[in-house]
C-alpha cells in the first residue's frame, strides 16, 4: 500500500458523523417505501424518521431523516436521494448548519408517594405537562432536542416508566428563507 | 392531444405514440384486455416468449442492439415475478427498458385475489421507478413518463402496474408532451470549469489512460465517434469495460483490450501504473478494481458519469463531471482544441513503450496444437469466420462469457449484449432473440455455456415462431466452468455440484424445437461447421465440444491488485490453489 495514494473507502476508519436530512418528495403511493428501502437495501442508518405532507396543494411531504456515517457514506446517501424518480431536494441541515431540530415525546410513568412527587417535580424542571392523569399514572408530553428527551426518559425509569412514544426529529433551518 | 378511450386502448396507443414497434410478452387473465387491443391492429409486432423472464431479456437485447427502449407486457403475479431477474439486470447495467404489468382489479389488491403480488413492492427496488395505476385518468401520463424515466439520465427499467378494471374503464387520454418531468431531470451538460481543468489535467499527462464503459454505448452513437475522436487526438491507449467493448474498435493500436478481473495483462498494469486516468461512463465495479486499495495507486482520476452517486461512489475522483458522455466529450473536445493543447509526445513514447512490453508477455495467447478444441479458439474462430458480416453477438454467464469478451473483437457500439452486473445466467438466447428482432437480416449468435444455455432453452420456440434465425454456440465442456475454476481456486479443487451429469443431446434437442442442430468436435473441421451454422436459414444450436478443464485466464484473484495478474503460462494447479488469500476468498 502506498500512503496519500490510496483511494478506497475506509469505512469504520474515518469518523462517523450524524446529519440530518430534509428530503422533499412528491407525496406520491410508496415514496417513503422507496426512501426507507435505499437505507435498507444498501446498509445506511436510520437514526430517525419522521414524515408528514407538508404542503397540500403541491402534494408534497417532507422526510427528516437522521443518520450516521463516515462522510464518504453521507455523501453517497445524499446522492443516492437525490436521484430517486419523486425526490425534489436534499437538505443537509448538518451541512447548511443554523438548523432547528426538535421532537416530541409522549412518556407514561405509574408510581405512587415519593416517586410520584418526584415524577411531577422533574416534569416540571424539563417544563413537561401533564396530558393525562390517574391516581397512579401520569402521561407527560415533552417537546425538545432529542438528548433532552433522552435525558429525560433515563431519569424517568426509576420513578415508574411504563412506556415511551416519541414521534423522531423534525427540522427547520432558522432565518427567514425557505431551504 | 386528449381523446376518451379504455385503459387497455390507452396502453396501445401510449406504445404507437412513443414510437415503439416490438412488444416482448406473455398473456395471462390480468392483461387480457390489453392483448384484445392488441389482436386489433397491426402497427406493434407481439414477439411471443415461453416464459417472462425471456420477454424481459428479449427486451433488453433490443434496447441494447438499438438504443430504444425495449418494451415488455406480462400479466400480474407470477408474470410479474418471473421478470424480477430482467429488471434487476437492466438496472445493474443501465438498460432503458418499459415492463407494463396486469394487475388484479382495483377492489381486489390486499384481499390475495388469484394471481395477486405486490408488483410495486416486489420491484421497487430493481426498478428505476415503478407506478401503480388506480386511476385510467392517469394512465397515459404516466405511461408517457415512464418512457421518460426509461430513457433519460442514467438509463434503466421501469415498472407500470395496471389494473384489470382499470384496463376496462374508459377515460381521458393524455398523450406525450413536452412538459419537464416535475422532480426528475437530470444532468445533461457537464460544468464547464470541470470540464477545463479535466482538460489541463489531460494535457499535462505522462502516462495517461482512456478507461470507458457502458456509459459510451448508452450515450448514443455520437458518444462513441466522439470517443474515437478524442482518443486519437490525444494519441493515449484506450481500454474498457465488459459493458463498453464496441465503443472504441478492437482492432485499433491505441486498444489495448478488455480491462478487469479477465482483462489484459496490458490494461490492467496500463491503470495500475498510469499517472492521469480518464474514467468515461464506467463505474469502477469490483470486476474492474480488484483489490481497492491498491487500485492505480498513483493516478489523478477524471470520472464523467452521467449518475451523481457513480462518483466517488468506490473510488475517489479528483475531477468529477456530470453529465452525458456525448456531450461532455463535445466540450473537453471543444476546449482541448481551443485552447491548443497537445499531447506529450515524449512522454507518450516512452509510455506506450512500456505497454509495448507489457503486450509482448501476450496475456491471451493460447496453443491450439491439438484435436481437442480450445474454447479460446473456437471463440477466436467464430469471430473469424463472421468478420465484416452484419453481426450481433450476446452471451450468457461464465466462462464462455469472458472468453467471448476476450477473443471476440467488436469495433462498432451496440453490437454487444451481456449481463455484466447482474450476471445472470439465461440471458443471452432471449437477448439474442431480442436483437434479432430489431435487426432481422443481421447474424444474430448467442456465445453460451452448456449450463446457461439450459435456464432459458425453452426460448428456442420463440425464436422458431417468430422466424428468427438467431445462432446459439454453446461452448460444451460439461462443467459450470466458472464454478469449477473458483472451486479450483478456492476450494481445494473440490467439485461440488459443478459437473453436469445429464446434459441433453444438444443436437436432438434442436431438432425437437424445429430448429437445426449441430455438433462439432474436432478441431480441424471446426471452421467448416462454423460456415454451416452462418449458413443454414432458420436457428441453430451448434454444440462446439470444447477441452473440458480449460481456464479463463489471465485473471486478478480476487482481493489482488491489477499488477498481481495470474497469467496463463503461470497458471499451475498449485498457482491456482494457492491464487486467492484468506481475505480474498470472503470476496465474490
Known sequence: MQPGSVYAIKEGKDKTE?????????????????????????????????????????????????????????????????????????????????????????????????????????????????????????????TGRTDKLDQFILLMQPLGLVEVSRTGVAAITRGPEAT | MTRQMTGAEMVVQALIDQGVEHLFGYPGGAVLPIYDELFQQDKIQHILVRQEGGAGHSAEGYARSTGKVGVAL????????????????????SIPMVCITGQVATHLIGSDAFQEADTVGITRPCTKHNWLVKDVNDL???????????????????????????????????????????TYRPQVEGDPAAIQAAVELIAKAKKPIFYTGG????????????????????????????????????SDKQWLGMLGMHGTYEANNAMHDCDVMINVGARFDDRITGRLDAFSPGSKKIHIDIDPSSINKNVRADIGIVGDVAHVLKA???????????????????????????????????????????????????????????????????????????????DEPNRWMTSGGLGTMGYGLPAAIGAQTAHRDALCIDIAGDASILMNIQELSTAIQHELPVKVFILNNQYMGMVRQWQQLLHGNRLSHSYTDSLPDFVKLAEAYGAT????????????????????????????????????????????AHNEMLLPEDATDDAIANAIDKAGRALV
Not at chain 1, 102 to 125: F, N, Y
Not at chain 2, 215 to 244: K, W, Y
Open chain 2, 140 to 182: 397515459g401520463r404516466i405511461l408517457h413518463e415512464a418512457f421518460y424515466v426509461a430513457r433519460s439520465g442514467r438509463p434503466g427499467p421501469v415498472v407500470v402496474d395496471i389494473p384489470k378494471d382499470v384496463q376496462f374503464a374508459t377515460g381521458t387520454y393524455e398523450g406525450p408532451t413536452r412538459v419537464e418531468h416535475k
Open chain 1, 18 to 142: 450524524q446529519h440530518t436530512l430534509s428530503v422533499l418528495v412528491d407525496n406520491e403511493p410508496g415514496v417513503l417505501a422507496r426512501v426507507i428501502g435505499l437505507f435498507s437495501g444498501r446498509g445506511y442508518n436510520i437514526e430517525s424518521l419522521t414524515v408528514s405532507e407538508t404542503e397540500h396543494e403541491k402534494h408534497r411531504s417532507r422526510i427528516t431523516v437522521v443518520t450516521m456515517g463516515p462522510p464518504q457514506v453521507i455523501e453517497q446517501i445524499k446522492a443516492q436521494l437525490e436521484r430517486m424518480v419523486p425526490v425534489h431536494r436534499v437538505i443537509d441541515l448538518t451541512v447548511t448548519g443554523k438548523a432547528i431540530e426538535r421532537e416530541l415525546l409522549l412518556i407514561k410513568v405509574r408510581g405512587a408517594g415519593d416517586d410520584r412527587v418526584e415524577a411531577l417535580r422533574l416534569a416540571d424542571a424539563f417544563r413537561a405537562r401533564v396530558i393525562d392523569a390517574t391516581t397512579e399514572s401520569f402521561v407527560f408530553e415533552l
Open chain 2, 517 to 560: 442442430g449441430m455438433r462439432c468436435e474436432k478441431a480441424s473441421e471446426l471452421e467448416g461447421a462454423i460456415d454451416a451454422m452462418i449458413a443454414a436459414k432458420g436457428p441453430v444450436l451448434f454444440d462446439c465440444r470444447v477441452a473440458n478443464l480449460a481456464n479463463c485466464f489471465p485473471m486478478i484473484p480476487s482481493g489482488k
Open chain 2, 215 to 250: 456509459g459510451v454505448i448508452n450515450s448514443g452513437p455520437e458518444a462513441s465517434a466522439l470517443l474515437r475522436e478524442l482518443v486519437r487526438e490525444t494519441g493515449f491507449p484506450i481500454t474498457s469495460t465488459l459493458m463498453g467493448l464496441g465503443a472504441y474498435p478492437a
Open chain 2, 332 to 410: 473537453m473536445l471543444a476546449a482541448w482544441k481551443s485552447a491548443g493543447h497537445k499531447a506529450d509526445k515524449a512522454a507518450l513514447k516512452s509510455w506506450w513503450g512500456e505497454i509495448d512490453r507489457w503486450r509482448a508477455r501476450n496475456s491471451l495467447g493460447f496453443r491450439q496444437n491439438s484435436e481437442t478444441i480450445l474454447p479460446q479458439h473456437a471463440i477466436r474462430t467464430l469471430y473469424e469466420r463472421t468478420r465484416g458480416k452484419d453481426v450481433y453477438i450476446s452471451t450468457e454467464v461464465g466462462q464462455h462469457q469472458m472468453w467471448a469478451a476476450q477473443y471476440f473483437g467488436f
Open chain 2, 74 to 93: 406480462v400479466t400480474s403475479g407470477p408474470g410479474a415475478t418471473n421478470m424480477v431477474t430482467p429488471l434487476t439486470d437492466a438496472l445493474m447495467d
